[in-house]
């Protein structure tokens, strides 16, 4: 069992920047391959940018490749989400998520436990 804690939510204008944070509990963290998703009002849930177990590896959506950055520290139990150059169409709930079984990872059935979410607005 992996719980798991978003922080950061926030109000930015337009072309600002914005940190959201993921803790993890348990001791295994660094097993688990990580990724982040939003979901924006009447929306499904987006893929936004995934990482591999020791980093090696990060992918992202085409909406915020360029734009944000995935990242972890595996000694401290926590991944993180660098946004700037925000758009309006930013605007979502952002949620941190652990890989779970091989499906693609950029779908949401590939993760297994997930975090409840914060708010990020960005405003024009």
């Known amino acids: 069992q992996v719980q798991l804690a978003e922080s950061g939510r926030g109000l930015v204008q337009a072309r600002g920047s914005l940190r959201v944070s993921c803790a993890a509990s348990?001791?295994?963290?660094?097993?688990?391959?990580m990724g982040w998703f939003r979901q924006a009002p009447g929306k499904e849930r987006e893929f936004v940018a995934a990482?591999?177990?020791?980093?090696?590896?990060?992918y992202y959506g085409d909406s915020v490749k360029g734009r944000f950055t995935i990242s972890r520290d595996n000694d401290k139990n926590m991944m993180y989400l660098q946004m700037n150059s925000l758009k309006p169409e930013d605007t979502a709930v952002y949620y941190c998520a652990v890989r779970g079984n091989s499906d693609h990872y950029s779908r949401p059935a590939a993760y297994s436990y997930w975090g409840q979410g914060t708010q990020v607005t960005v405003s024009s």
């Open positions: 348990g001791r295994t963290f660094r097993t688990y391959a």
């Open positions: 990482i591999s177990r020791n980093s090696g590896s990060r």
